[in-house]
């Protein structure tokens, strides 16, 4: 079984500021593990994903995740926020033998002049 | 490079109209297909995908329905929608479950 669970559904940061958007997992194997980004009305956009290789992951727009197995974490970070990162962000997680992939809920980024 | 045409991108239904959403993936072969919905604020719920063509996987039982005619085409379908079928319904093409999704843009359904 696998499950994922974003920690925050809103987070609000200044522009410029860091930005931390959390995740944790669950899985019963090796896991691969994905940030998508959905602008209003758009379809999702694939940020970045962990798949067994570097635990620190580098994705479009400057944002990047670290896979830390001890903690089952893959937080996705930002030095500075930019006004047209504010989105909805997914954390999502998956493996060939589960069949299929799993959602977290979403966290809404807001960004603040 | 590979593309996912999705359309309509809004549309408005009555209830008990039939529904027809159309998805088509360019520039690869074989690709899983997959359908979500996107109820307003809330997370992807999978509604079906394929591994091949007239290989569909239901996910959730309901009144919808999903054929794959062709290698790169998937197509969502309903005889009678529902009130409850309104949301923002996504396509998206895979080469495997862990490769990650490449989603269309998008359908907003309304359903009045």
């Known amino acids: 079984a696998q499950s994922v669970t974003q920690l925050d559904s809103h987070v609000s940061v200044s522009e410029g500021t860091p930005v931390l958007l959390r995740c944790n997992y669950s899985s019963s194997y090796s896991p691969s593990l994905f940030w998508y980004v959905q602008h209003p009305n758009k379809g999702l956009q694939l940020l970045l994903k962990y798949t067994s290789a570097a635990t620190l992951v580098k994705g479009i727009n400057g944002f990047e995740a670290e896979f830390k197995k001890s903690e089952t974490s893959f937080h996705l970070t930002k030095p500075s926020a930019h006004m047209s990162d504010a989105a909805e962000y997914f954390c999502?997680?998956?493996?060939?033998?589960?069949?299929?992939?799993?959602f977290g809920d979403g966290t809404t980024l807001t960004v603040k002049p | 490079s590979q593309t996912i045409h999705q359309w309509p991108a809004t549309l408005v239904q009555p209830v008990g109209s039939p529904l027809s959403l159309e998805c088509t993936v360019e520039g690869t072969s074989n690709p899983n297909l997959y359908w979500y919905r996107q109820a307003a604020g809330r997370g992807l719920q999978l509604l079906f995908y394929s591994v091949g063509i007239g290989q569909i996987s239901s996910e959730v039982p309901q009144n919808l329905s999903a054929s794959r005619p062709q290698d790169r085409q998937f197509i969502l379908s309903s005889k009678k929608l529902l009130l409850s079928d309104s949301g923002f319904y996504l396509c998206a093409w895979s080469l495997g479950h862990g490769y990650g999704y490449t989603f269309g843009s998008g359908t907003r359904l309304t359903v009045v």
């Open positions: 999502v997680v998956t493996h060939t033998n589960a069949g299929k992939s799993t």
